[in-house]
């Protein structure tokens, strides 16, 4: 049983920052300057721009989650306000006449004759 050097042959480890490295039955890649070997693709990506892109997209998500929260405490309290006024309106119209709603008729009657 013989092996075969995969790395000589140049069949697996093809991209450019890719160090082979042979073994019994196998191989073994990795990536020189930091980098970091993606085996599905066949390539080396950096380590600190997908951390950097991680960082990134969670301060996206806090300030939309943010922005979300502020915008619905706003229509909260501007629909709490308008439930109030309607409310306090309809006390204060049993109690006193409001300009808008001319005289509420009195319940004296008349006598026609």
Not at 64 to 81: E, N, P, Q, T
Request: a negative charge.
């Amino acid at each position: 049983v013989t092996d075969i050097d995969e790395c000589k042959e140049r069949t697996a480890c093809q991209c450019k920052e890719c160090n082979c490295k042979n073994t019994w039955g196998s191989y073994e890649c990795g990536c020189s300057g930091g980098l970091l070997y993606m085996k599905e693709h066949d390539t080396c990506i950096s380590k600190s721009a997908a951390a950097q892109v991680g960082w990134n997209f969670l301060w996206v998500v806090f300030f939309g989650l943010a922005a979300v929260g502020i915008a619905a405490y706003a229509v909260y309290k501007y629909r709490i306000r308008r439930y109030m006024d309607s409310e306090i309106r309809a006390i204060m119209a049993q109690y006193m006449p409001l300009e808008n709603q001319g005289e509420i008729p009195s319940n004296s009657h008349h006598i026609e004759m």
